[in-house]
């Protein structure tokens, strides 16, 4: 039996962000993975000879800078491209060009319309305020509004503060932004179904909401916040798969001494008269520390990995009733040559970003209709992306890896679980969708691996296959999150700490959580020195 | 050229709310309205889920010959093989009919914690809505001490509060209740006269804002006025006169005149002018703003938030003259009848609204007046529904659809009274585009608008027109639109009077 000061229960981004400055500050730290490999749902896999691929997140943008530099991920390896704007396929051969220039996008809108031409720069200047409000906010521990606490009356101050630093008309404007569709909030911009097509689905990837649920605004935040080198609001590829990001944290976890287990994960994390003692793995080992901090989401840490009776339960109660709905799925093919898509140019940039079918809202809405009567989208949203366009260590040359993020998957279909059957046709209507605008596209195929939530929660943990730990919902934000009384990644038992997607400010690969349960942990431990002010503020 | 201290413009409860709190101050008060007769959009609704009690005591409604019929009007989920179960008292303190005995506990307790929370938004109905803004006249003692009842509470309770805020209804219900016709029934009745499904994050809120209502001080009460809602209209309209209110109907106002952003006069289509320095408009903000200022008056800002006011309405009122009583497989007639026999159903019956369609199993309330009544049965009896969901604008066109529509709604009756087909003599539908055409109410929506978040409290109707001032002075908003939102009740009215008095009014 071992003893470490801190465990860190699943090897995910967080769990590695987490023990990295856990280890930084001079705890003796252990990271244990189920798997033989860590990163979560940011890996990358070889799963076709010669290929590698991100098979579940894909591209990279909230990744905290911070997280980047204090960490030193770049000199561990950590490279990302930023890359270049996309396309969405309009049934009837046209299509709609993204750029990564906003003087590009103003004219592509004009070729569709000159009243949304204009009213993109306003879209664009209204979205980047209400990041800039949100973006320092990610760092920050949520205070608890009902306490009395100094650090809590101080954080709900500086809120305050901030909020009315702003003009009254801007309060009003954002809190309307928080609070209502991406349908209705692009209406008051757009009037081009396919250019509202576009700018919607960011509102909705990884969330069980559809275009037209109130609260899907604040989602499409969740998504536009990022950066690439400063660059708000921009996406890229971490080279070499996303599986570089975890890799390039674990040489920094390494190099700052600490320790992996990989290959069993958790069976029970122990607990002794209301504090935690260490964890027994599911090979019998067993690992004593004072502090163990979960990564995995609340649902499986609270009611898979700890004794009902050790908690309290109206928290169980609250756990119990967390909403953790997966909504997506992943196709992921390797792909013999570039594919050709009629529609575009051949020298078009487009190819090169993130590619969509669903040409409306409407749509993108159906598809929703049908996750809500428990069926897989019979005419699924598509987020296709070509990585190796822009990275090609990532497959043979010539050859070529193709991500399809899918929308919407239930975690069950009408209440019960998938099959084999259901997955492989979920997988024929992604290829089938694909094949409709680019013939041919199926010979190309090689392999491919077809994900639904089943396969998510059953190789990455991820309940439900929910892609955030859980949705991103009012009632499960900020002092919410995941639930009420414990939104500062503290839980009932002491020494137990979470730090993964479930806790503010929930997923996307933005390793906020893990930097903000390592900065209260530290400071429980009277060690806040240990971590430098967070600074991205724009 | 008459002149007046106030106008009030619309004849609907709102308007003689206004009217009526305008002329217990003194004021001499003509009041201004289009249809040949006063109550616009509330002669739509059949029962009273909540009555303003500063109206009703105020203005002495019960010296007017308000009388109430049924106190407390239970409701009856219906079940389509006759297994319905009765809610009754003030927001279903009881149930009858097989319900197990774990969903009794988890409904008694679901209903205490939905009522303590609506009850903590209550005092915000009857104060205008903060501004965000330092200086800016925010009644703070009142918000303080609302805050501070939010903070008495306990932890606990404040934490579901806040938990609670923006959720949507059927995650609530699928935590903590497994009946479906009890579920179905509460998603109805979150969702009536919204344009929201039971699913759409924040629904909950349509609940809140119907049981932080009182009628005659029950918190949550469904009640029927003898005469029905009419009777609430003719008591009003009788209070207000009696106070002084001139009242004209068949009087359409074709424009609000200002100078120099302050008010003139107000003209109506027959050419008369009626100079005044207040007036008061009970109509849609778009239609007082937009059509009788006119937006060249008004600034681009305004303007635009005021075309971003969203007013989808997608319930639809539809009257049936029967020939002798219906038979909902045994359920007591005295008693508001519900068809939505899950929360699915609700949800699926909304689907179809987002995409310009009727549900094709659309969900309903109904209601028999004649069951409340002791006169004797002469054969015929009118069953009174509001349908939902039914969109503004059917993409197939009204004309086309509305027959359609009535067959849907007919085939989903017929589900649950089989037979009652063959007693229909008359039918009379009202699309919500009839609704907008009858009452002038952009979009038929019952609330004027949407009655969403994001245009709640401060941002109700749009952002700068909360407080039921506009920019041009000596001009205040009444309707339903404003904050609290409609229903019978007129709180938005009597706020709007509120205000303009405490602003000086005409001065």
Partial sequence: MSRYDAIVAGGGHNGLVTACYLARAGLKTLVVEKNDWVGGAAVSRSLHPGFTYSNCSYVSSLLRPEIMRELELPKHGLQILPYEGGAVFMKGGGYLAMYRDHEANRREFARFSPRDAESYDRYSRDVLRHCRFIRPLLLRTPPDPTSFRPRDLSELAFLGRKLFAMPEKDIYAMIRFWTMSISDFLDEYFETPVIKAYLAVSAIIGTALGPMSPGSAYVLLHHYMGDVD?????????????????????????????????????????????????????????????????????????????????????????????KIRGSSGKVNIALDALPRFPALPDDSPCIRGDMHFTDSIERLELAYDDWKAGHFSRDPFLDMMIPTTTDPTMTPPGKHFMSCFVQYAPPKIEGRDWTDADRDAFGQTVLNQIEEYSPGFKKLVLHAEVRTPRELEAEVGLTEGNIFQGELTFDQLLFNRPVPGYAQYRSPIEGLWMCGSSTHPGGGVMGAPGRNAAAEILRSLKKPAAMGEAYAVL | MPSCDAIVIGGGINGLAAAGRLALSGAKVTLLETAPELGGMATLAHLCMGLDPRLEKSLALADHGLVWAERNVSSTALSPDGNHIVLKGAFAETVEGSLSAEDRRAWTSLRDTLLRNAALLAPFKAMPPPRLARDHGTPLLDLLRNGLALRRMGRDNLREFLRLMLINVADVLDDELADDRLKGLIAFDTVLGHHAGPRSPNSLLGLYHRISSEVNGQQGAIALPRGGVAAVIAALAGAVRARGVTIQTGARVKAITAEDDRVQSVTLESGEIFTTSLVVSALHPATT?????????????????????????????????????????????????????????????????????????????????????????????????????????LRMGWVKGKPAFLKAIMKQLEHFAPGIGKQVIAADLLTPHDIAQHFGAPGGQWHHAELSVEQMLFLRPGVGLAQYATPVRGLYLASAAMHPGGGVNGSAGWNAAGHALAKGGAA
């Fill in chain 1, 230 to 322: 400063g660059n708000i609001g921009a996406w890229g590829f971490a080279r070499g798969g996303m599986g570089s990001i975890t890799q390039a944290l674990m040489a920094s976890f390494k190099a700052a001494g600490g320790e992996v287990r990989t290959g069993s994960g958790i069976e029970k994390i122990l607990v002794r008269n209301g504090r935690t003692t260490g964890v027994a793995l599911a090979n019998g080992d067993e690992f004593t520390a004072p502090l163990v901090i979960s990564n995995m989401d609340v649902k499986r840490t609270f009611l898979k990995h700890v004794e009902e009776r050790d908690l309290p339960p109206a928290f169980v109660k609250s756990v119990k009733r967390f």
């Fill in chain 2, 289 to 393: 703003l937009l059509s009788l200022v006119g937006a060249p008056v008004l600034d681009t800002g305004v303007v635009r938030n005021v075309r971003n006011i969203k007013s989808r309405g997608s319930t639809a009122k539809l009257t049936l003259t029967l020939q002798g009583k219906p038979d909902f497989h045994g359920a007591d007639l005295r008693s508001r009848l519900v068809i939505a026999p899950s929360v699915r159903a609700v949800e699926e019956a909304f689907n179809a609204v987002k995409y310009g369609a009727f549900s094709e199993a659309p969900v309903m309330e109904l209601l028999l007046p004649q069951a409340f009544s002791t006169e004797p049965d002469l054969g015929r009896h009118t069953l009174s529904a509001l349908v939902q969901f039914a969109p503004h604008d």
